[in-house]
């Protein structure tokens, strides 16, 4: 794989993004940085994009809302990264055979146990 040159231009998404290669290209951009910065600072700066999605479902476009979710999904990608999990395996795991309360595929749970 080449590594694109600090002047390139992004490509046009193409389509839907697989989220193990969605992990894997934010690594690929950031693990460097993440490293250094720890668990603890990268969990900050997911934070802070978390309030920013905030502001953006209250008062905002629905292209900052795009963009907001996409930082969101990075910086959660980011720490998981940092911190060793696999986004894919985790999501398999918890959520591959339905709600983990009531076990269905389309939740029963009373609205106060749901998630």
């Not at 940085?33 to 997911?46: H, N, S």
């Not at 209250?58 to 910086?75: H, K, N, P, S």
Request: proline share 5%.
């Amino acid at each position: 794989m080449t590594e694109p040159s600090s002047d390139a231009t992004p490509a046009e998404p193409t389509g839907g993004v697989d989220l193990r290669d969605f992990q894997q290209l934010i690594r690929e951009m950031y693990f460097e940085k993440d490293v250094a910065r720890g668990i603890e600072g990268t969990f900050m700066w997911l934070m802070e994009e978390v309030g920013e999605l905030a502001t953006a479902l209250r008062d905002g476009t629905q292209e900052e809302r795009l963009g907001e979710f996409a930082d969101v999904i990075a910086w959660l990608a980011t720490i998981a990264n940092v911190a060793g999990i696999d986004l894919s395996d985790a999501v398999a795991r918890k959520y591959g055979r339905g709600c983990p309360g009531c076990g269905r595929m389309v939740c029963t749970c009373p609205d106060e146990e749901k998630p």
